[in-house]
Structure formats: structure tokens, C-alpha cells
């Protein structure tokens, strides 16, 4: 027998008892425990008590989590290549992070923007950690960027049902090319 399918019904054959020595403890009617005894069989018994025991699945925060990244039905076929999205929300997470840091500390003058860059180097607490990742991190952003879009050409992703989201990346890619030609040219 599936490990799994061992694992319910043994917890099934406890859940019963334990239903029928509550309902003796409440001061049930013969005829109410019988009945609750056989019910306690039931399929959706079984899968709510079966459930029941893990908090992660029933607590509102964590049952999303788990909804969405443990208990989540995904295609057979989806390999380590399906992690650059998430990856590069990762980046992207980074770069507002190290981006919002710099920028409280960059002056966008002609003559002050080179000093202040090079006070976040020498004097700001771990500035030259925040500049190198953020720098770093957008080269690393159209590493992935590149990976993702590859993967998803040569697996055809672009195709029905997905085209809208094909056509939304392309945008976001629009936007990239857009935006990091504002942010590199500022760069040495
Ligand atoms: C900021 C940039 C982007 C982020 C954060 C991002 C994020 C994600 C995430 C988290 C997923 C689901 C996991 C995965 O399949 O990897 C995904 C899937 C997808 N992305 Fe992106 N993406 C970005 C850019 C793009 C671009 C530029 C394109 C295409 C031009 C694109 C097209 C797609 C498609 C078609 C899927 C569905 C893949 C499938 O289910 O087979 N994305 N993206």
C-alpha cells in the first residue's frame, strides 16, 4: 500500500475511536455514538480530519502558502528552468531594496554626483555592499530575464492560453531595456 494511503488509514482507525470516546465522554445515546462511529468512516471525515492534522493547511496565513507552494497542483512536466520568475522577482526585490538604500544617500547634482557616490563607498555603513549588489543585481536581472524568455520561447509558453501574459512580458522587458538605459548611463 502507498505510504501515504497507510498514513490515512491508520489515522482514520484513531480518529474513530477518538470520536466515539468523546461522544461517550459528552453522555451521547447509544444509537448517537453508533452513528457517529460510522460517520466518522466517511470520506469527508477522513479528509477533514486528516487535515486537521496539520495546522499549516488550516491556519489562514500559512494555508495560502500552502495552497500556493506545497499543496498547488502543477503539470508533470515543469523542470528547475520554471524558477527564473521567481528568481527574478527575487531580483527585482533586491534592487528596490539596495535602490531605496542608495538613493537616500546619491545626490543626482553634476557636481555633487560623483562625491556622493563616493561617500557611500568609504563612508555609509556597508554602502559599498548596497552598491556592488544593486549593481550586481542588474546585470544578474537580465541574466535572467534572458533565461526565462528562452525558456519560455522554447517550451512555447508564448502560445494560447498565454499569449496575453507573453504580451505583458513583453512590455516588462520594454520597460527594462527602458529603464536600465536611464540607470546605466548614470554609471562609471
Ligand atoms: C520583471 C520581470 C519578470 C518577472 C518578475 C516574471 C515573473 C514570472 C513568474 C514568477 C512566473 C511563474 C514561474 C515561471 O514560470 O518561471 C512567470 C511565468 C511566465 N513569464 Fe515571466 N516574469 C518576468 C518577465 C517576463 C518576460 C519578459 C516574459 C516574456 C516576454 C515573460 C513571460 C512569461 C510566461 C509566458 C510565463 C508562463 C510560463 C509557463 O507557465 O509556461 N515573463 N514569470
Keep these: 500500500m502507498h505510504s501515504v494511503c497507510l498514513h490515512v488509514y491508520t489515522f482514520t482507525q ?3 475511536y477518538t470520536v466515539c470516546i468523546k ?3 459528552k453522555g451521547y445515546s447509544l444509537t448517537k455514538i453508533i452513528v457517529n462511529f460510522v460517520n466518522s468512516f466517511s ?3 477522513i479528509i477533514k480530519s486528516y487535515y486537521c492534522m496539520r495546522p499549516i493547511k488550516t491556519n489562514a496565513l500559512t494555508g495560502i502558502f500552502n495552497d500556493f507552494f506545497v499543496d498547488s497542483p502543477m503539470p508533470t512536466n515543469i523542470s528547475y528552468m520554471w524558477n527564473f520568475g521567481s528568481l527574478l522577482g527575487a531580483t527585482l526585490a533586491l534592487q528596490i531594496a539596495t535602490g531605496v538604500t542608495l538613493a537616500m544617500h546619491y545626490c543626482p547634482n553634476t557636481d555633487l554626483a560623483f562625491s556622493s557616490v563616493e561617500h557611500i563607498m568609504r563612508d555609509v555603513n556597508s554602502g559599498y555592499i548596497i ?3 544593486h549593481a550586481n543585481g542588474a546585470s544578474m536581472f537580465f541574466i535572467l530575464v534572458y533565461l526565462h524568455i528562452a525558456r519560455g520561447l522554447y517550451y512555447g ?4 492560453p498565454r499569449v496575453m501574459l507573453w504580451s505583458v512580458g513583453v512590455i516588462i522587458l520594454l520597460l527594462l531595456i527602458i529603464i536600465a538605459f536611464l540607470g546605466f548611463s548614470g554609471q562609471k
Design 23 to 25: 461522544n461517550i465522554i
Design 157 to 160: 509558453s508564448y502560445a494560447k
Design 14 to 16: 484513531l480518529h474513530s
Design 131 to 133: 552598491r556592488y549588489a
Design 43 to 45: 470520506y469527508d471525515q
